[in-house]
């Protein structure tokens, strides 16, 4: 879900708890499944697509991978294909009095995978009902400045910016 959305619904939920005070807790769960979903291996495939559309400079080599099924399969893809020049990149800097830094990339990359790796290799499904009924009490004006609909968000033009982003400010 792109970062505005839950902050837009943010907004829109403070706005409703100051202007209609009830004892009641609402949840609004920000989320795309039930409106406009899109699956882990969908949102690969945009990527790859943007990537090579709008493609990153001075890389190593291009950005790459697929998911894998079983995970001492994806084990054995991360030795070889980034621990494994990790090192030999870390040497051939060592050798040549460089900084060696890519170990510590590639742990990073590592890590960011195995905190996510629940998430991404489960499936939840959660009612966005108080989401949907909160746009609905919004002036078309406040709907349109705090947009948080996500029927409207097109994936792909979505993973464009984010990939364009991405490479202006990473």
């Known amino acids: 879900v792109p970062v505005d ?13 100051a202007s209609q005070p009830s004892n009641a807790i609402p ?17 690969f495939a945009l990527g790859m697509k943007s990537m090579r559309k709008y493609p990153f400079e001075n890389v190593l080599w291009y950005p790459g991978g697929s998911c894998k099924d079983y995970a001492i ?6 030795v070889a294909l980034h621990s494994a020049p990790a090192y030999m990149l870390d040497t051939a800097a060592w050798v040549m009095g460089k900084k060696q830094v890519m170990r510590s990339v590639v742990a990073k990359m590592h ?25 609905m009490e919004l002036t078309d004006v406040d709907r349109k400045t705090f947009n948080f609909d996500m029927s409207t968000l097109n994936w792909p033009d ?9 490479r202006q400010y990473f």
Not at 158 to 166: E, V, W
Request: aromatic fraction near 14%.
């Open 5 to 17: 959305v839950p902050i837009n619904l943010a907004i829109a939920a403070a706005w409703k708890t």
């Open 27 to 43: 949840v609004y769960n920000c989320t795309s499944g039930s409106i406009n979903p899109i699956s882990w291996g969908n949102m």
């Open 73 to 78: 399969v994806n084990k054995i893809y991360e």
């Open 111 to 135: 890590k960011g995978r195995e905190v996510t790796e629940f998430f991404a290799t489960n499936e939840w499904k959660w009612s966005n009902d108080n989401m949907k009924k909160l746009n």
């Open 158 to 166: 979505f993973m464009d910016a984010y990939i364009k982003g991405t």
